[in-house]
């Protein structure tokens, strides 16, 4: 069940936008009914923000918003953001970024394509974060690199361990060489989280490609996934268009990944904030 | 460090057309990796496989003496005739490939030996085998241990600096890039595509990206743009000698001073506004 009311408000810039801006989701369809692609069944949006996300009929998991992630994954009234006021800039004057960037704020309401903070789940203190298909497709530029950073610095010095949900389309085009430095600036602090004998933890949901994948996202000491995730350092159609080659089918899910030996697990998203809850605790003093 | 171009004449004076300087990274004979290991060091010994799965050719590796100093070379090599090209899959590597130089640099902590990479790729291998075998968690882990090597390393660029598969290479103490060298998060073909659905937009798309050697040292990605020259025998002396104080004078350091360094490199990159 996500309730809204449980969580701050981001401090948004465009915070009084009009109502249909305010509502507008992501992820999971913001009209009244939709016909889930797993299965073809007409859902009501409501059953199915009710249900998790996740299709009655076949348990297809549909995209959740960051903030409903940390709904779902973090205990009431328990998270706490931190770096909210980051925002993106154009450093290379790229064409038609500037424009891209206010669309992907007044979507996703937003300031950028993630969110960090401090949290319980089931009570174990940690840092979390949640990236956001809705901006840009959680595609990683200097804010997202920074504030993944930031956590796991502070993390780091305040001795918690990191809950990261990954989504993401990979690097942001738009930041050149900082977008790609990103994923070197977010490796070295998640090892030297690492070092400090800290836990992090990567939840990888649908899709985490690109330079995402390449750093932070595979760089858990447990790493589980949703089931039905793709997940992928070149997406399918990249490799199908470089070899001119069809993919067998299920090739880069979560399921296939967990055969191959590179996923812990593969959780199903009502059984996560639990399974977290459980692994944090393992990880805590002798009971 | 010193950023400036007046040591040579073809730089600086005025602006280049990004789209030559790609072509020229590209262009067909010219040096690969494996020439400039030839010509820099001495008593070259080429150290092959990861150990886990097998030996990859894009990325060659392996122990010689720069100007009397044991170092770790570690190169894309893209080959020079088609057959050697196939063979080396044009100098995009597999996971083997970088978990090969993985090794080499854990190795090269061992002795404490300092770490040459020299980079020339298109990027990592997209293809039904590389993903299958970690192609993402290859690079995560290459960019999380460099960090911490307890061992000078210095990235050399010498024609394409494509993306992840180039960086998996290059988180090093310094990053140098030859005059006619680009580094990229994407190559121009594939931003063109996606921005103007035509990828024969390239020169544009190279404009955009800003990666020639002459933007990313203004961006401050990059420390040196090492000028090029057609007398060779004199390039590969510069090269060495500048190599050669830049390690002794790295070597000198000590280790976590070195890595705290090297975090602090990448640790200011980014623009945003708070
Ligand atoms: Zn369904």
């Known amino acids: 069940m996500l309730k809204k009311s449980n969580f701050k408000k981001s401090r948004n810039r465009l915070e009084g936008l009009a109502p249909d801006l305010q509502t507008d989701k992501p992820c999971i369809p913001q009209e009244l009914c939709t016909v889930c692609p797993g299965c073809k069944t007409m859902l009501f949006s409501h059953d199915l923000e009710e249900n998790q996300g996740i299709c009655p009929k076949c348990g297809r998991h549909f995209r959740l918003s960051a903030r409903q992630r940390l709904e779902l994954i973090c205990d009431e009234d328990s998270y706490e953001p931190w770096d909210e006021t980051l925002t993106p800039k154009d450093p290379l004057e790229f064409p038609g970024y500037g424009a891209k960037l206010k669309t992907s704020r007044l979507r996703s309401r937003e300031n950028e394509g993630v969110l960090t903070g401090k949290a319980l789940i089931h009570g174990s203190p940690c840092a979390v974060f949640a990236m956001d298909a809705g901006f840009m497709m959680g595609s990683m530029g200097s804010v997202v690199g920074e504030k993944i950073t930031r956590l796991f610095e502070r993390a780091t010095r305040e001795r918690l361990p990191v809950v990261g949900c990954t989504v993401s389309g990979g690097a942001r085009m738009q930041e050149g060489i900082y977008s790609l430095m990103q994923m070197a600036k977010t490796s070295g602090a998640v090892k030297l989280h690492s070092d400090a004998g800290l836990l992090y933890i990567t939840v990888l949901t649908d899709p985490t490609t690109g330079g995402v994948t390449a750093s932070f996202a595979m760089e858990g000491d447990i790493i589980l996934a949703e089931p039905g995730a793709l997940i992928a350092f070149a997406g399918p159609r990249v490799i199908e268009q470089t070899l001119r080659q069809k993919l067998p089918k299920g090739f880069q899910t979560a399921e296939f990944l967990l055969e191959k030996g590179f996923v812990d697990a593969v959780v199903p998203r009502d059984q996560l904030k639990d399974t977290l809850g459980r692994l944090l605790r393992l990880h805590t003093q002798e009971v | ?274």
């Open chain 2, 1 to 274: 460090m010193e950023q400036t171009f007046s040591s040579f004449s073809s730089l600086g004076a005025k602006p280049r057309d990004p789209y030559t300087v790609l072509q020229n990274a590209r262009a067909s004979g010219r040096f690969t990796g494996l020439d400039l290991i030839r010509n820099l060091t001495t008593d070259f010994m080429e150290l092959h496989g990861d150990r886990r799965f097998a030996d990859d050719p894009a990325i060659v590796g392996g122990v010689g003496r720069l100007l009397g100093l044991p170092i770790t070379v570690i190169a894309h090599e893209k080959g020079h005739d088609l057959s050697e090209k196939a063979r080396r899959n044009f100098g995009s590597a597999h996971p083997e490939g970088y978990r090969k130089a993985l090794r080499l640099m854990k190795q090269a902590e061992k002795f404490h030996r300092p770490v040459l990479t020299i980079v020339d790729t298109a990027g990592a291998f997209c293809g039904i085998g590389a993903e299958a075998r970690g192609q993402g968690l290859a690079i995560a882990e290459n960019l999380m241990e460099m960090m911490t090597l307890s061992t000078p390393v210095l990235a050399l660029f010498i024609g394409e600096g494509g993306s992840g598969g180039a960086l998996a290479l290059a988180v090093a103490d310094q990053v140098w890039m030859l005059e006619n060298s680009v580094y990229s998060v994407i190559s121009p073909e594939g931003c063109a595509s996606i921005l103007w659905k035509d990828a024969g937009k390239v020169r544009d798309a190279c404009a955009c990206l800003r990666m020639t050697p002459e933007d990313l040292l203004r961006l401050g990605a990059v420390e040196r743009v090492i000028p090029e020259s057609s007398d060779l025998e004199g390039f590969y002396a510069m090269l060495r000698q500048e190599l050669s104080e830049t390690f002794h004078r790295l070597l000198s350091l000590p280790s976590p001073e070195l890595c705290q360094n090297r975090y602090g490199r990448f640790r200011k990159m980014g623009v945003f506004s708070e």
